[in-house]
Antibody, heavy 118, light 110 residues
Framework: QVQLVDSGGGLVKPGGSLRLSCAAS????????MTWIRRAPGKGLEWVSY????????YYADSVKGRFTISRDNAKNSLYLQMNSLRAEDTAVYYC???????????WGQGTLVTVSS | QSALTQPASVSGSPGQSITISCTGT?????????VSWYQQYPGKAPKLMIY???NRPSGVSNRFSGSKSGNTASLTISGLQAEDEADYYC??????????FGGGTKLTVL
C-alpha cells in the first residue's frame, strides 16, 4: 500500500536551517509530482512547494521562495525540503503529499513538526 | 489569511445533514473544476474525501458529496455520524498552477 513517512523536523533557532525528508513506498515514486504542505499551530493548511516527477520543475509559495528548496531522489524514493533562514512563522507540521491531476493530494505523510524559536 | 474562505465551525446532530461552504475567486474555484475536500482528525494526516468537485475516492462513504456554483464550493455530509467529527479543508487548483486551501472548518457532532 502507498506509504509516505516524513522525518527531519525539530527545534531550530531563527535564521537556522533544517532538511526534511519523505520516504515513499508502495507506488512508482518517479511517476508522480510531489508536494510539501504545512499547518501552523491554530491555522489552516498552507501549500508550500511542489516538484515535477523528474525533478526539473519546482514551484514555491511566496512565503518561502528564496529560502526553501524542494528536491527528490527517484532512485531512493525520497523527497526533500531544505529550509534555510527559518523564521518563527515557519513553525508548523510539515506534510509531504502525493500530487495528482488538478492539484489534489491523494496520500499524505504523517507529518513532522518544525519549531523555530530562540 | 487563507486564500479560500470557510466557516470556522459547523455543527449537527446525528442523522442530520450539514453543508460546509468554501468561497474563492474566478482564479481558483470559479475557474476550474478542481476542488478537493480533506478530513483531518487531531494529530493525524489529512485524508482526501472529494476531488474534482464531486468525485469520491474509493473507500469514502457516499454520505459525503461535493458541488460547486460559481466561486463557491460545498461539501455536504448526510446521515451525520459521531465519527465525522473532524476538521475539514477545501482546496482548489489556481491560475498560478499551485493549490490554495481554506482555513478549515471544525465539525462538531452534537
Amino acid at each position: 500500500q502507498v506509504q509516505l513517512v516524513d522525518s527531519g523536523g525539530g527545534l531550530v533557532k531563527p535564521g537556522g536551517s533544517l532538511r526534511l525528508s519523505c520516504a515513499a513506498s508502495g507506488f512508482t515514486f518517479g511517476d508522480y509530482y510531489m508536494t510539501w504542505i504545512r499547518r501552523a499551530p491554530g491555522k489552516g493548511l498552507e501549500w508550500v512547494s511542489y516538484i515535477s516527477s523528474n525533478g526539473r520543475t519546482t514551484y514555491y509559495a511566496d512565503s518561502v521562495k528564496g529560502r526553501f528548496t524542494i528536491s527528490r531522489d527517484n532512485a531512493k524514493n525520497s523527497l526533500y525540503l531544505q529550509m534555510n533562514s527559518l523564521r518563527a512563522e515557519d513553525t508548523a507540521v510539515y506534510y509531504c503529499a502525493r500530487s495528482r491531476t488538478g492539484g489534489r493530494f491523494d496520500y499524505w505523510g504523517q507529518g513532522t513538526l518544525v519549531t523555530v524559536s530562540s | 489569511q487563507s486564500a479560500l474562505t470557510q466557516p470556522a465551525s459547523v455543527s449537527g446532530s446525528p442523522g442530520q445533514s450539514i453543508t460546509i461552504s468554501c468561497t474563492g475567486t474566478s482564479s481558483d474555484i470559479g475557474g476550474y473544476n478542481y476542488v478537493s475536500w480533506y478530513q483531518q482528525y487531531p494529530g493525524k494526516a489529512p485524508k482526501l474525501m472529494i476531488y474534482d468537485v464531486s468525485n469520491r475516492p474509493s473507500g469514502v462513504s457516499n454520505r459525503f458529496s461535493g458541488s460547486k456554483s460559481g466561486n463557491t464550493a460545498s461539501l455536504t455530509i448526510s446521515g451525520l455520524q459521531a465519527e465525522d467529527e473532524a476538521d475539514y479543508y477545501c482546496s482548489s487548483y489556481t491560475s498560478s498552477t499551485t493549490a490554495a486551501f481554506g482555513g478549515g472548518t471544525k465539525l462538531t457532532v452534537l
